[in-house]
């Protein structure tokens, strides 16, 4: 398994950005693709945005389609999310999360490893 540690997160206002970092070891991302999921209070936790191990094709859910970016640099094994035009209702708990096994598109119950969280708050 591997183990993450994200940062990055705080409080900004509306309209502000934050880049969050997902740090990584005990063994390499490079075949895995690595995805960042958000939990609000009193919310499900949701997939925000994911990117494959293959030619880092990329996936985000509608509501941050063209806000945030999903990048990850396999020679630092980290893993990023930039999040520009921040909105109040982005603000939830982030986690970074990993599969254990090597699939292009890794359904929400494969990611078996995560991180403990930033918390992204946005004030209105």
């Known amino acids: 398994q591997v183990q993450l540690v994200e940062s990055g997160g705080g409080l900004v206002q509306a309209g502000g950005s934050l880049r969050l970092s997902c740090a990584a070891s005990g063994r390499t991302i490079s075949r895995y693709t690595m995805g960042w999921f958000r939990q609000a209070p009193g919310k499900e936790r949701e997939l925000v945005a994911a990117?494959?191990?293959?030619?880092?094709?990329?996936h985000y859910t509608d509501s941050v389609k063209g806000r945030f970016t999903i990048s990850r640099d396999d020679a630092k094994n980290t893993v990023y999310l930039q999040m520009n035009s921040l909105k109040p209702e982005d603000t939830a708990l982030y986690y970074c999360?990993?599969?254990?096994?090597?699939?292009?598109?890794?359904?929400?119950?494969?990611?078996?490893?995560w991180g403990q969280g930033t918390q992204v708050t946005v004030s209105s």
């Open positions: 999360a990993a599969p254990r096994q090597s699939t292009l598109w890794p359904s929400t119950y494969d990611y078996e490893d």
């Open positions: 990117i494959s191990w293959l030619r880092g094709n990329t």
